[in-house]
């Protein structure tokens, strides 16, 4: 099977602007979870996705949105770009709803976002 | 507030038993999870713990105790590849806060 995909790897981005990132998800997942991680906050939870349907949030501003297709693939869209926003995006992808059931997950390579 | 914390940093000898503890304060619990991430690359799923006790698999072992707010990763007979970042993570209440990782270092 082929693993997490993420599009693209890398990308650089003017403040104000807006971005949108693509995760594919393992054949078969129906979850898509993405995070976020930099040097100085960590790795914190955006949001989860399932079955198209939004099923749980971080404490991230309404910039931060996604969604799901139905064939599982997810974007991330952040808008008005921050020079905060400069960070390792991250999506997951497992077989049911994650958090609701703690499923094995599997992390794509991530798109590294830098904001100038 | 939430608060999960862990030991920043962590050095232990090949063939050696190391564990890498996580303490926690959240409003609410339902599951831990572990995950290990080597320097520049993703984050790879260890443990997802819902009840007290132990829960072993190969080398590694995770441990919960929901009353003391408190979970250890157990890994044995170390190995040079586990020298890594080790992060926890609370689900609470369709929100997920992770700790900001002890990074481990096998040394021969």
């Known amino acids: 099977k082929a693993g997490v995909t993420q599009t693209p790897r890398y990308l650089i981005k003017t403040r104000g602007q807006q971005v949108t990132l693509s995760c594919s998800p393992i054949s078969g997942h129906r979850s898509v979870s993405w995070y976020q991680q930099t040097p100085g906050q960590g790795l914190q939870f955006l949001f989860e996705?399932?079955?198209?349907?939004?099923?749980n949030k971080g404490n991230f501003p309404g910039r931060f949105s996604g969604r799901q297709f139905s064939n599982s693939r997810s974007e991330m869209n952040v808008s008005t770009l921050e020079l905060g926003d400069s960070a390792l995006y991250l999506c997951a992808s497992s077989e049911v709803s994650r958090l609701a059931g703690g499923d094995e997950q599997y992390f794509g390579p991530g798109t590294r976002l830098t904001v100038t | 507030g939430q608060n999960i914390d862990q030991p920043t940093e962590m050095t232990a000898t090949e063939g050696a038993i190391v564990q890498i503890n996580c303490t926690y304060q959240t409003s609410g619990f339902n599951g831990l999870f572990w995950y290990q991430q080597h320097a520049g690359e993703a984050p790879t799923f260890l443990s997802y713990n819902v009840l007290d006790g132990l829960e072993e698999k190969g080398r590694f072992s995770s441990f919960l105790s929901r009353s003391k707010g408190y979970s250890y990763l157990l890994l044995k007979e170390l190995q040079m590849k586990d020298s890594a970042s080790y992060l926890c993570?609370?689900?609470?209440?369709?929100?997920?806060?992770f700790g900001a990782g002890t990074r481990l270092t096998v040394k021969p």
């Open positions: 993570a609370v689900y609470n209440n369709n929100d997920m806060r």
């Open positions: 996705y399932f079955s198209e349907t939004q099923r």
